[in-house]
């Protein structure tokens, strides 16, 4: 889960974040196994993918069309090397066999360890014992049904494309059977198999997910695979699937009430306890947001942990929060935290007040513990209908990870936290919000926006399994930056993560000197394929090919210190002046960051805030009050994180002038 980052709120500072990720070891974690298992003997993945989809849809009488759409539902039709995902799904169908996951990451040595801390990196070592294949429930073992079905071996099911394609056709003709309902070609009849598939065992979840795979098969798709195969699905643009099927799958009602999802998703209310214990109590804050404040940013976070150990953990008092949690194997949503009140997630306590935030289950450091697309899509039609209601902007100033969130002070920032890290892939998430980057400017506009191809852009990385030691090559949302227009250059320097200014390095967990798709950055200069930007206090340059371009140019407002000052302090929380508070609320300390921002510089304007404070230190409300100042704040793009800068101190400029 989140590591060890404090939330601090009051001088005093509370234990709101003091149980670390040290419970995830009571979950059963499905780490993922890095890099591929060996083929069997003889076996080895077709020349071509698409001719495997029609050859399997052929054996088992399945629409080829619906064997495609939920492959690309699955996994984008991408094999990911024979690694399986969080929920240990394999290959394109991502056919599940968690009891060989768990056993190959209990087997991994110290398995996803995140750079957020001792006890966090104790916590994710996989110490639970394997299951009994028994125990483990049906949608998490379709692989070995697979295998019995095909008589194909399990271990070329999960290495072999062809064989996996294969084992997916005939779980979907197995389920066509068993409700009745003909095999054949017309791709409508067979919507409660496709629900089925799904593995949920409720019917909001499975309708959501056939509901999604058929939209897949209307709009069609075509696509770049992981193994450079292209594959394409026609759109049926007509297609009207017999969703009266599903009342015979004999699935339970999953009641709704209470969530605030949109009807496309699947969402069911699993709440975090607002209780008192001790002389303390957790694990949120009631609020009236938006009446009292409104919410500004939505915050993308990962879990560490499989679903229902991180459940656990949202149930435990004691421990931090967060508003929805979004499962990988079919992208159901689990609301935790009412979107009025306000959840301890991400380790900074002006954002808390201010944001919504939603774990999605994964591994931020293994490079093939890969989201499906349902997750995907629940999530964004999720972060649509909040954005919406809330009037959310939907971009990357106001959509963040929660490695963009910045340290409220000096001392926090070492401690802040990397997820989802370099490989969400943030281009496919803008484009399924409907909000797509693309170029808003000629070469004069004053500002880029990173835009790297995520599948080619594979930047090196370390210490996914081992310190120091190369993670698996994968596309990657984020673009390197270097002192000087040379690959050999050292990199920027953190001073807020190494105040020594020792470099950053390529730990897949160090955001010292990288940026990441969506951000927007002033241009400071260009050298042939490279470009330079601001950042943290210094020209940053990365590689910006023709041809292969990382970055797209763009215009905005930008600021920079005002006339005679030399240089301006940079802060990671908007509050206000200590004329603002009422009687009876402590004012808190407006305390800078470690960075400065020298003039002659320009950074990128994300928002115009004034300075805000949510006091609530207390389990009743009746002390808890909303300060707003005067003093105006805008939150710029710094580095890898936002950060705020007074309006008082800079001087607001168009990017191009």
């Not at 496709?194 to 593995?199: I, R, Y």
């Not at 190494?498 to 951000?519: K, L, M």
């Amino acid at each position: 889960m989140r590591g060890p980052a404090t939330d601090l709120r009051t001088p005093t500072g509370r234990r709101r974040a003091r149980r670390t990720a040290v419970a995830v070891a009571s979950a059963a974690l499905l780490l993922p196994l890095l890099g591929a298992a060996p083929a069997e003997p003889g076996s080895s993945a077709p020349a071509d993918l698409q001719r495997a989809f029609a050859t399997a849809a052929s054996r088992y009488h399945v629409p080829q069309s619906v064997l495609l759409g939920v492959s690309y539902l699955q996994s984008r039709w991408d094999t990911h090397a024979g690694a399986p995902s969080v929920s240990g799904g394999y290959g394109p169908m991502h056919l599940t066999d968690a009891r060989t996951a768990i056993a190959g990451a209990s087997h991994h040595g110290e398995g996803t360890e995140d750079a957020r801390g001792d006890q966090a990196r104790a916590a994710l070592r996989p110490t639970t014992t394997v299951p009994a294949d028994s125990v483990l429930p049906a949608r998490l073992k379709t692989l070995t049904k697979a295998a019995t079905l095909t008589g194909i071996p399990a271990q070329r099911l999960r290495t072999d494309p062809a064989a996996n394609i294969a084992g997916g056709a005939a779980l979907l003709a197995d389920a066509q059977r068993r409700l009745g309902e003909p095999l054949g070609a017309d791709p409508s009849d067979w919507y409660g198999a496709v629900a089925e598939f799904s593995g949920a065992d409720d019917r909001s979840t499975a309708s959501a997910y056939a509901d999604d795979v058929f939209q897949v098969m209307r709009e069609g798709e075509r696509r770049t695979t992981d193994l450079g195969q292209s594959v394409t699905l026609a759109a049926q643009s007509s297609l009207t699937p017999d969703t009266a099927q599903l009342a015979r799958a004999g699935l339970r009602a999953m009641s709704s009430d209470g969530t605030e999802c949109p009807r496309t998703v699947a969402c069911e209310w699993i709440p975090a306890p607002y209780e008192e214990f001790g002389d303390d109590y957790g694990n949120h804050d009631l609020g009236d947001r938006p009446a009292s404040q409104s919410i500004r940013y939505i915050v993308v976070h990962d879990t560490e942990g499989q679903w229902d150990g991180v459940l656990d953990l949202i149930k435990d008092p004691t421990y931090v929060s967060w508003n929805y949690t979004v499962r990988s194997t079919d992208g159901l949503i689990a609301q935790h935290v009412k979107a009025e009140d306000v959840a301890w997630h991400a380790g900074n306590w002006y954002i808390n007040a201010k944001s919504i935030g939603i774990e999605h289950e994964g591994f931020l450091v293994a490079p093939d513990a890969w989201y499906t697309e349902a997750m995907y899509r629940s999530s964004a039609r999720l972060v649509r209908y909040l954005a919406a209601k809330y009037r959310i902007p939907l971009d990357r100033q106001h959509i963040l990870g929660h490695d963009n969130v910045p340290g409220t002070t000096t001392s926090t920032i070492p401690g802040m936290h990397t997820d989802p890290g370099p490989y969400w892939d943030w281009r496919h998430y803008f484009e399924l919000l409907g909000r797509p980057f693309h170029a808003t400017a000629g070469s004069r506009g004053g500002l880029v926006t990173i835009l790297p191809d995520y599948r080619a852009n594979r930047p090196e990385y370390t210490g996914c399994t081992t310190a120091g030691e190369p993670c698996a090559e994968h596309g990657s949302s984020e673009v390197r930056l270097y002192s000087a227009p040379d690959e050999n250059a050292p990199l920027i320097k953190d001073i807020g993560l190494r105040p020594q200014g020792d470099p950053s390095t390529i730990d897949v967990n160090d955001v010292g000197s990288r940026v990441s798709t969506g951000q927007r950055y002033a241009v400071a200069d260009r050298d042939g394929d490279w470009t330079a930007i601001w950042y943290l206090g210094q020209k940053a340059w990365f590689h910006d090919p023709k041809g292969q371009r990382t970055a797209v140019n763009a215009s905005g407002l930008v600021v920079t210190p005002r006339p005679g000052l030399a240089d301006i302090p940079v802060y990671g929380r908007a509050y206000p002046e200590k004329e603002a508070y009422p009687e009876g609320v402590p004012a808190q300390s407006v305390s800078p960051l470690s960075y400065r921002l020298p003039a002659g510089q320009r950074y990128a304007v994300g928002d115009a805030v004034p300075g805000e404070y949510y006091y609530a230190v207390t389990f009743t409300t009746d002390s808890h009050r909303v300060v707003i100042g005067k003093d105006l704040y805008y939150e710029i793009q710094f580095g890898h994180r936002v950060a705020f800068v007074r309006a008082a101190d800079v001087r607001l400029l168009p990017s191009a002038s």
